[in-house]
């Protein structure tokens, strides 16, 4: 079987990540894997890994194009792909609108990202990474719906010695009597910014005794406003209680330095994975310890959280301190964590399933009627989206006050 995993870009993110290193252990079991996508850092992964890259061309707008459908359907007319494997919305309607409709070519649709837009078309088969989101697509009324829960490398992020942990606390400049928390996620408004701007707050309400030291990993458009909050709370502390790392290619040695882990979705499971205490991230004030009697609401909402809205800084505080206090329970969190990523999301695990479905998909054709009146809807509610977007900020031009 040929696959092509269709990506917007190969920009760092835990989809992206997932979707290269799945496509090598598919690559593995004798089936051809070639990656599309705007060219980005993790094209030395597709190298490192051995997949065949195939640009989508220098630049990719933010909403489908004529002449990305195009270059797509010609790519797949040329390499006889039995199966696109489209990882998140844009991609996926380009599939569905070009090789899918003129080709009758497979499109399989995975979509990570916390909520599924309503003009991803609903006859593709797709595949969510956890159970609310399951739900709401069947309610929705989409019939051939997928659950594999986001994979993580279970061998490459794995528990270190604390030999190979002093190194790596050497290497980001953490004293042994520093407590080392790690926060690694991209640096954006949606989603994280509230988090990470709490997160640093919480830092100035801890027992200065703790000698907490919080490390952020990662790169965005907030950028700056994090630096800035955490430039003047190292002033108000009088000590480098913050440091910004900037984006890491390869995260594992922040993790393997780390003595408590914050963070959602994959960045949490990372955590898991290498043994740590993890403090899940949410938004509106939501933070809590990853535990056994917590785990099955972050199965169902991919590890995150909606709090009641209140000030997570005092909350995180809290709880880091009280983590700091009973260190004894630390072996017994990260053991538990452990052992439910090689449970539940192990890359090997999520690949065996994950082909599974492929093969389902491809002896499954969808008819080519039914896929031309779902992708005319999903451009007409697109299109819709879109203009009202435009009339809102338009309306605030018009609305906004003159500037002296």
Known sequence: MRILISLFQLSMGGSHINA?????????????????????????????????????GKERRQQPSVAGVRRLTALVRERQVDLIHAYEWLPTLEAAAGPHLTLGTPVLSTVYSVGVPRFVPRDLPMIVGYQKEFDLERHRGRSQLYTVVCPVDTDENAPVSDEVKKAARDHFGLHDDELAAVLVGRLAPDLKLEGLLSGIEGVGLVDPAL?????????????EQVQAAADAM??????????????????????????????????????????????????????????????????????????????????VAA???ELAQDRDRW????????????????????????????????????????????????????????????????????????QD
Request: overall charge positive; proline content about 5%.
């Open 211 to 223: 000698k907490l030291r919080l490390l952020i990993v990662g790169s965005g458009p907030s950028r």
């Open 331 to 402: 072996p017994e969190l990260g053991e538990y964590g452990r052992k439910t990523a090689l449970a539940v999301f192990s890359n090997e695990a999520a690949a065996a399933r994950v082909l599974e479905i492929c093969t389902e998909v491809v002896a499954q054709p969808k008819a080519r009627g039914r896929a031309a009146a779902e992708v005319l809807r999903a451009s007409c509610f697109l299109a819709g989206a879109r203009g009202l977007a435009a009339g809102l900020r338009v309306r605030d031009r018009v609305r906004r006050p003159a």
């Open 234 to 315: 190292n002033a108000r502390l009088g000590r480098e209680a913050i440091t910004l790392t900037g984006q890491l290619m390869d995260p594992r040695e922040v993790y393997a330095a780390a003595d408590l882990v914050l963070g959602m979705g994959t960045s949490a499971q990372k955590g898991m994975a290498f043994a740590k205490p993890v403090i899940i991230q949410g938004e509106q004030g939501y933070w809590e310890t990853l535990s056994p009697e917590s785990m099955p609401q972050y199965l169902y909402h991919n590890f995150y959280g909606l709090g009641d809205g209140s000030d997570g800084a005092p909350r």
């Open 319 to 321: 709880i880091i301190a």
């Open 20 to 56: 290269i290193e799945l496509g090598a252990l598919v690559k593995k079991q004798g089936h051809d894997v070639i990656i599309y996508g705007t060219d980005g850092p993790l094209r030395e992964r597709v190298a490192e890994l051995g997949l065949e890259y195939v640009s989508a």
